[in-house]
């Protein structure tokens, strides 16, 4: 018997097979390689001039373009938007149209070329968000973004153009339709409860226990109870915070190390899956909502979304998330 | 220099490259193969025994669960919902949950397990749309039913398990999110305008011609403006109408045969892409919204969906639907 969820932040539901899990084992997936030769890589050391000249990156010593960097942030250099000139909007009949303005950014977020971040030492990972604050807490300065996403594509099958670790930041002219749904629900649970729906969502996962991967002083990862894909994860911060760059400094170093540890709990039960990783955030520029609660979302690549998924929103779960955080915790 | 377009119905927004196309022969995906011997396939004559017995079939002459049928639908061995019980619904904390009432039906639709709809003549073309509407208006009697979900996976890539032809119907007990969403805002132009959003996107791409795939007397095929992926295709009703169960008789063959015919250009431009089909339609049980007009999309699996997509509701294509069009009118 399959069990219908709804979760209250974007009226999504999923269907999840409560009676028969599907085996840790049993999923069939496109596994991420690494077979092209470092000094093809252009995030590799030695390759700098592959790319666009970098935005920044952090080394102790040396010029910039150059090796011995432990993270370097470089402009995509086939931007799906593109920094240079003014935003113009325009209708054109029925429908809305703007000039691609954005920004669009690789983090390269660790030198070796064969490692993840599963794989990356507690400095490291300390250094990851480290990064992702550095180019948000720049970026925010430009009037004419909303939004600045952060997401990690690891592997072919999710969307990973590059072999090499690394992450991606888009900064948008507008608040994308996603985080508005989330915004709008949480505006209106705000309104009609005076509480965060994040916050209750957390305080139910931390009193119910069942779906907690890891838990540190500032951050919980778990399986949210309405996963739409098995052994998605979320991790938040337990206090309430709506900004992403708001992050305090001692919480740097523990989000890296929960970040990490749950990536690398996901390698070696699963045995090496693509995913998705997205922090979720609050808009910026005069659009700021405090009644949000930023959050990262983990979506391994396990099945295929099929027709069913995209005609109706549902998604089908063959894993219930207390059988995939249990599997998680046991690794 | 890409170009941010967004719909009225979903609000959707994507960034198409409209400077540099890429080629049809650029993408690279995972072929449909067809490697299963047809005395295993469930789905082959000879093997009506291997489904649970069949809950309608097109033949001529002959016993139920024999061979010699045309078409012939079957419950899902593995369905996401069951047809028994009552519905049961209630509250966990924040969240909602329901047990997993619903129907599950396969459409086995060609008994040719090598060919594709693509492939099929005009009376076996017509004879598909016949059973989607047989199914639709038998099931819309059930009065736990909101919506009627019809949709085709081809290739493992976009989801389908088996690789005989195959259509699947789910029946669900509330009308699925994105529906709603649809329907949320084809009702707000409607109240604004007094007109159908949809009937004003047609009467534009009637007008624009450019975007234009295939056309007959009654439907019309289309790249639409805002195509979240390369070569996505709708096929509408050039008359308004909600439902699809209210398709006229003299509507049903002409149908079938552009939906042949799109699929068969899609399958030759672009070398047997994977796709999923939907039809998008009013739901039902007192919960029919005239305002809605109901449509089939069209979407092959040529790229990934990855983090940027799924963080922002965006949608990246890289060709803009005015090439894809001329493309594929040019087959």
Redesign the interface.
Known sequence: ????????I????I?VNYEKAAEPESFRFEKPVKTMPFEKCPFCYGNERMTPPEIVAHRETGKPNTPDWTIRVVPNKYP???TKGKLEKGG?????????IGDHEVIIDIPEHSLDIADISDNQAEEVIWSYHGRSTDLRKDPRFK?I?I???YG?????SLEHPHS?L?A???V??????ELHSAHKYYNYKDRC?FC??LS?ELA?KERIVDVNEHFIAFCP??SRFPYEMWIMPKKHESHFVSIKKDEVRPLGIILRNTMKKLKKLLNDPPY?????TSPINGFEKEYYHWHI?I?PKL????????????Y?NPVPPEVAARNLVSV
């Open positions: 018997m399959s069990q219908l969820r709804r979760d209250p974007t009226g999504r539901w269907i799906a938007l593109t054109f009949g029925v429908f809305d149209r703007m000039n691609g939004y996403l997401f990690r594509n072919k099958a999710a969307g990973a991606q888009i948008l002219p507008i994308p339709k996603r985080v508005n749904e729906v209750d969502i139910q119910d109870f309405v998705n990783y997205i922090i979720h979302e979506m099945v295929n979304v099929a027709g069913f998924e995209w005609g109706s929103g549902f089908v």
